[in-house]
T-cell receptor
Framework: GIQVEQSPPDLILQEGANSTLRCNFS?????LQWFHQNPWGQLINLFYIPSGTKQNGRLSATTVATERYSLLYISSSQTTDSGVYFC??????????????FGRGTQLTVWP | NAGVTQTPKFQVLKTGQSMTLQCAQDMNHNSMYWYRQDPGMGLRLIYYSASEGTTDKGEVPNGYNVSRLNKREFSLRLESAAPSQTSVYFC???????????FGPGTRLLVL
């Protein structure tokens, strides 16, 4: 079946540290997005990245579609980076076009 | 430009009551979505509308109905609420089905 697995489930960092979050998926994709859910529950889109590499400030993401995984890098972490990071994937199947399947997320806590 | 708005922000229902969650977007997007988020889970798609006039079931459609009222508005109706529908409901939109999704602030629903 369709699977989107994220690791690690929890991550605790000191401010200033770097981290890598991973997303594995079970089939070929036409859509992959990373989201940050802040402690107030708001979901913010970080990247739309079905393949390749993108960077936005201290955040960057890489998707290797042929090997079915994506990585989210956070450098010089800040307390405001705390929250849950979700990977969401859209698969190359006619019956699922337009749908996103979410992983369970990585809970990141950054301490000052 | 308000983005995606949802009403109400919070609602308490008794088992068997009905209600409609409202969602509107002002970004001229074609596709709209309803998700639910349960504790410790990622988001799961309830229904989506690829374009005005069309709706399709997602992963967890049972107990819900939707209406794409016009291009801007997409409502979710619970005809007979059950405690299992206690959740946080998010509406989202995108230009087209396979592009970046933008989320509303969510509706917290408690069914007693």
């Amino acid at each position: 079946g369709i699977q989107v697995e994220q690791s690690p489930p929890d991550l605790i960092l000191q401010e200033g540290a770097n981290s890598t979050l991973r997303c594995n998926f079970s089939d070929s994709v036409n859509n992959l997005q990373w989201f940050h859910q802040n402690p107030w529950g708001q979901l913010i889109n970080l990247f739309y990245i079905p393949s390749g590499t993108k960077q936005n400030g201290r955040l960057s993401a890489t998707t290797v579609a042929t090997e079915r995984y994506s990585l989210l890098y956070i450098s010089s972490s800040q307390t405001t980076d705390s929250g849950v990071y979700f990977c969401a994937v859209g698969f190359n199947r006619g019956s699922t076009l337009g749908r996103l399947y979410f992983g369970r997320g990585t809970q990141l806590t950054v301490w000052p | 430009n308000a983005g995606v708005t949802q009403t109400p922000k919070f609602q308490v229902l008794k088992t068997g009551q009905s209600m409609t969650l409202q969602c509107a977007q002002d970004m001229n997007h074609n596709s709209m979505y309803w998700y639910r988020q349960d504790p410790g889970m990622g988001l799961r798609l309830i229904y989506y509308s690829a374009s005005e006039g069309t709706t399709d079931k997602g992963e967890v459609p049972n107990g819900y109905n939707v209406s794409r009222l016009n291009k801007r508005e997409f409502s979710l109706r619970l005809e007979s609420a059950a405690p299992s529908q206690t959740s946080v409901y998010f509406c989202a939109s995108s230009v087209q089905g396979q592009e970046t999704q933008y989320f509303g602030p969510g509706t917290r629903l408690l069914v007693l």
